[in-house]
């Protein structure tokens, strides 16, 4: 009974060997196929290779390789004849050479025109040479949520390719919230800004996953990609799979994660007593924050997104709404765990504005002590990085209108709760005066920082 079985498994085993042997085959004679512009090229590559042996028997008067050639009266034979080994030689090997190199070029050039985008200028050795760095760039997991999230992203992208986003589904605003209500689906919306983010340079795509609808019978104020990925959540099942279908779709960099598939509801406490239920609602309700938490309570949090902060060489924590966009992530205690216990650099990006309804004269230290407190009062990063010129009167006085100033820095406080300071100038305004970090500026600063710290550490 056992030798029978062996001989099976052994016929089998050979069985498969002679498929993959015969798929090997079947692989290198594809490339002969009509039509791809490679053929000749290759022909005359081996045409080369061919020469240059010939030419080197030549010179070395290699037998019988050499006498064969005398004998033949070729071209070769003839070049013999009349030149002195040593010119013949070298000049029939340089022929060979420049055979090989055009052959080589022009099959490159062949492959190349099939893999470079219509329209792309950079060399195919430029974007291999950018894909590999990216690659090999650190591994950054990002938490957070909102706008500030997607423009981190933007500059990030530019430094390595392995990259997670861990997004807060908190929001249950806009386009976002009435998708939720209507459907019952997770928010799409800060998920929808960190892909476009992400996206590796496919511009016309990421235009379409940003377009918002104008007009139209319950289409208005919609985006299309918010709407693409509640169709791709009700298809494959859940978000996480919605997001991932997307990813490739866009050709993202890194992957997009959210921080928890239930479906959760923020709720606020405010000092004067008032419970306020809904993330846009907070903000609204321009009361102190006392204390944040949601609905259902310790929600479990997304397997891939706790893999990804224990694998991470470098954790990035912001930018975004304090009590709306950062602290909704660390609400799901697994994730706030994970954090707690990684062995990577860990840095918070505070805003450079106070945020109305919810971090109305707060300074640096107040927004350190908000997120240590969600998180069971550990703390969860080394360092602060905080802007230190302040923005300009004109966009000074539009936040003054809207009871936002600049975050003030107490230096004393920060370096007493144990956090190191990073300053930096990472500010852009645009023309009506509206402030947000620089992506190009502030991932520069991060991976300057990262590297400096990781070498000490």
Known sequence: MSIGFLRQALNTLQKQSRSRTSHRVNQWFKWLSPGLSVKRWLLISVGGVILASLGLAIWIKLTPIFWAIELLRGFLGVIANILPNYVSGPLVILCGLLMLLWGQTRTVGSITKVLRPEGEEQELIDVLLAHRRLYRGPKIVVIGGGTGLSTLLRGLKTYSANITAIVTVADDGGSSGRLRQEFGVLPPGDIRNCLAALADEEKLLTELFQYRFRAGDGLTGHSFGNLFLTAMSDITGDLERAVAASSKVLAVRGQVLPATLSDVRLWAELADGRRIEGESNIPKAQGRIIKVGCIPANPPA???????????????????SLYTSLIPNLLVPEIADAIAQADALRIYICNIM??????????????????????????????????KKSPSAKSLIRYAQQNSHPVFLDREAVTLLGRRIVPANVLFEDDTGCVRHNPQKLARVLLRWYSGAHHIK
């Open 354 to 387: 106070t945020q109305p309804g919810e971090t109305e004269g707060y300074t640096v230290a107040d927004h350190i002590r908000a997120i240590d407190k969600a998180a069971g009062h550990r703390q969860l990063f080394d360092a602060v990085l905080v802007h």
């Open 302 to 320: 997304l397997p891939a997104a706790i893999k990804a902060i224990k694998e991470a060489d470098y954790i990035i924590i912001g930018p975004g």
